[in-house]
């Protein structure tokens, strides 16, 4: 099985100011999807993107996969302080329904 | 976005008894769902793969007969955690998929556990 491993760990940020959060895997994939976790809370899907995509946009999201360095990055713009959760990134293997998860990146966006 | 429900949010029992945790897709149908574990600070570990009349697949090291799993239906699955004990305490959160393995998964509200 592959894992994913965010980095950073922790990130503080001014609001405002943009928000990069790393994610790496180990083995090949069909796609990768971004989640926002609030404390003590569920899941919530922010974006997927397929291994054939280098590039996707939603909102204030970017996120970019590279499946050459298998490695993944979610760029949040503008932060605001209700962006303050732990992000994780999943991925899929080839044919695969499960969803391997990183360790994620705790973000604080600091009014 | 397609919605799972998770009930109960938040469950307290006694050592020694048995927990139903109840995730239901709300509007799709779901052959195929995952039921995950966290522990405080951590990311999430898959115990199983739930599937629709079938056995539940379950992953190494997960006790199939202490954490029951059943899909009846194309969308609900149920987790039976039995005889339950403190160190079963967790945060247990559903997750579905809308459509084959290059769809979006979809997770539940998750299910706060604390064993007394």
Redesign the interface.
Known sequence: SQQGEEDPQALSIQEGENATMNCSYKTSINNLQWYRQNSGRGLVHLILIRSNEREKHSGRLRVTLDTSKKSSSLLITASRAADTASYFCASSGAGSYQLTFGKGTKLSVIP | ?AVVS?HPSRVICKSGTSVKIECRSLDFQAT?M?W?RQFPK?????MA?SNEGSKATYEQGVEKDKFLINHASLTLSTLTVTSAHPEDSS?Y?C?A?TG???????????T?LTVV
């Open positions: 976005g998770q195929t995952f995950y951590q990311s999430l570990m898959l793969t945060f959160i997750s998929r084959g393995a290059y769809t979006e998964a979809f997770f539940g509200q998750g706060r």
